[in-house]
Nanobody, 116 residues
Framework: QVQLVESGGGLVQAGASLRLSCAASGRTFSSDSMGWFRQAPGKEREFVARINWGGSGTLYADSVKGRFTISKDKVENTAYLQMNTLKPEDTAVYYC?????????WGQGTQVTVSS
């Protein structure tokens, strides 16, 4: 069982930066992965970025590539999403997801609002 707690959301103006954190508690493995997803009002939840927990491999959605950076601190068992040059279309509830084999764990979500 893995519990996830997100933080770092807020209201910012377009062009600003935010850093989201996702703290994981419980047993984690190097073969697992952590991802960020987001869901805007009236839209489906979409993939944002993913990082391999044991290695350095990352993957990004085209819409955030070059602006967002996912990273992790294995000592702190925390993943981060650094979001730069934010746009109004980045407004959404952001969720972290931890994947371990066939098991998936979700955080409670944190609101990011970008004003124009």
């Amino acid at each position: 069982q893995v519990q996830l707690v997100e933080s770092g959301g807020g209201l910012v103006q377009a062009g600003a930066s935010l850093r989201l954190s996702c703290a994981a508690s419980g047993r984690t493995f190097s073969s697992d992965s952590m991802g960020w997803f987001r869901q805007a009002p009236g839209k489906e939840r979409e993939f944002v970025a993913r990082i391999n927990w044991g290695g350095s491999g990352t993957l990004y959605a085209d819409s955030v590539k070059g602006r967002f950076t996912i990273s992790k601190d294995k000592v702190e068992n925390t993943a981060y999403l650094q979001m730069n040059t934010l746009k109004p279309e980045d407004t959404a509830v952001y969720y972290c997801r931890y994947s371990s084999g066939s098991l998936t764990y979700w955080g409670q979500g944190t609101q990011v609002t970008v004003s124009s």
